[in-house]
């Protein structure tokens, strides 16, 4: 507990390692303590740890007087959903998400379906940092059950996403906790369905959980050989996705985020959209196209949720697949973003290919450096000032998440990854040969800035 524990993404790390059953029972009796022993829902995505700290928070849980409901196998949009309808104080994912199968992490939801903010993550902290818990009698010791009720958020996309089209779908869960909901969702939304990947296994076998272009090469051949549609892809917890088009080419994250945003802006007549600072400026130039604003935070679905909810947002998203969709839940969900994009295609009488064609793709390229979490962010300070020597002429400087450097050629994000020991760089240039240069710069600051710590 030297550092803090909740990163962008919730509490996350390598399975035994840093994240272990002792410290799980002791978020589970933080989390009784925060919620008052208050009723807690629970599930857990596919990876082989997933049982043992499921037992582990579980325990805790009981221990501290809490009413526990295991939902089992769910993705986290599932459970998110949930925890609001079912009117629970808390809910609890066990999930590292896209992160290879020897990482878990536990993610927790508040009453609205919105990862809890930053106020109880320091509360849940500082009771883990006391070592004192409040553990209730064995007269008051919490229950746990296990009851499934994932049909009720199967039912609520139903009812309020319907299709018109017989869409033809190859949808690849890649052995996460999508593999049998997001399938049974499309074939009844009417879609014809070949599913890849669709057998639960932690291991991740058929791919990477992270559903990115190197990863989904034999979805893009199989849409393209049987003449799909398109092509669904999720990651481990079913809360982001990607698209493959008609022609079996990759869709760009950004471009498709900023079109969607801009749609929903248009059909909202305005309003503001919440993305974080690593999507593409081509948001900004669609939405406020269409009438609307873009506020940006820091990397992290639970801050773009805090941010929609803070400006009644229309829509928030990330350009990573993680859209947030208000009038549904504050969580991000990769079912639902797939049909209301299909719907969205339906409504626009257009292929994928044609629809984010409206995006301009600026040149962007993203580099991940290894860098331990303890060293991270003081490499990521000294790297900002060797930056801003090289680039004297910036145009503004942001700080929401990292440092955020703005020219005339484009923009260099330097950030420290909240979930694993990186160093993240995204760079954004008005061409190939700028963004090249402004990545180059920005490798060069951060090999300076750790040749210095050595020293």
């Known amino acids: 507990m030297a550092c803090k524990l909740f990163g962008s993404s919730g509490i996350r790390g390598l399975v035994n390692e840093e994240l272990t059953p002792d410290l799980a029972v002791k978020i589970g009796y933080a989390l009784g303590e925060v919620t008052e022993a208050g009723y807690v829902l629970i599930a857990r995505d596919t990876r082989t740890s997933g049982l043992m700290l499921e037992k582990a ?3 805790g849980l009981i221990a501290s007087g ?3 409901q295991l939902l089992g196998i769910q993705p986290t949009p599932v459970l998110a959903y949930l925890t609001r309808k079912l009117k629970a104080d808390a809910g609890v994912m066990i999930t590292a998400s896209h992160n290879p199968p020897q990482y878990n992490g536990i993610k927790i939801f508040d009453e609205s379906s919105a990862s809890i903010d930053e106020e109880k993550q320091n509360k849940i902290e500082e009771i883990l940092r006391s070592g004192v818990f409040k553990l209730a009698s064995w007269r008051d010791l919490g229950q746990a059950i296990y ?6 958020y199967v039912e609520m996309l139903l009812n309020r996403v319907k299709l018109d089209r017989e869409w033809r779908l190859i949808v690849d869960p890649g052995c996460g906790a999508t593999s049998e909901i997001a399938p049974t969702i499309f074939r009844k939304s009417g879609c014809k369905v ?3 990947n669709a057998q639960m296994d932690g291991f991740f076998p058929g791919r990477k959980p992270e559903p990115n272009f190197e990863s989904l090469g034999y979805l893009a051949k199989t849409v393209k050989s049987l003449g799909a549609d398109v092509g669904i892809a999720f990651d481990g917890d079913g809360d982001r996705v990607a698209f493959i088009d008609e022609k079996g080419n990759f869709v760009s994250f ?3 985020l900023a079109v969607y945003a801009s749609n929903v802006v248009e059909k909202s007549h305005g309003g503001v959209v919440a993305t974080n600072v690593e999507a593409s400026m081509s948001i900004e130039e669609l939405v406020e196209s269409k009438g609307g604003k873009v506020v940006r935070t820091k990397v992290g679905d639970v801050y773009v949720a805090l941010a ?3 400006h009644n947002a229309v829509f928030g998203g ?3 697949g993680a859209w947030i969709h208000p009038e549904f839940h504050y969580c991000p969900d990769g079912i639902l973003s797939a049909l209301l994009l299909l719907r969205n295609l339906e409504e626009r009488d257009q292929k994928l290919s044609e629809f984010i064609a409206e995006a301009i793709e600026h040149p962007m390229l993203r580099e991940n450096i290894p860098c331990p979490n303890e060293l991270k962010y003081e490499v ?3 790297a900002e000032e060797h930056l801003l020597e090289i680039l004297r002429n910036y145009r503004e400087v942001s700080k929401v998440d990292g440092v955020r450097i703005s020219t005339d050629d484009g923009w260099i994000l330097i950030r420290a990854s909240g979930t694993e020991p990186l160093i993240r760089v995204t760079v954004e240039g008005v061409s190939s040969e700028k963004a090249k240069s402004m990545m180059e710069a920005a490798l060069a600051s951060i090999k300076k800035a750790e040749e210095s710590l050595k020293e």
Do not use: F, G
């Not at 009851?147 to 009720?152: G, M, V």
């Open 147 to 152: 009851k499934d009720e994932s049909q009720e």
């Open 254 to 256: 950004d471009r498709v």
């Open 318 to 320: 990330e350009p990573c």
């Open 66 to 68: 809490a009413q526990v």
């Open 380 to 382: 990521l300070e000294r």
């Open 57 to 59: 928070i579980t325990s």
């Open 194 to 196: 070949v599913a890849i």
């Open 308 to 310: 929609v909810k803070k």
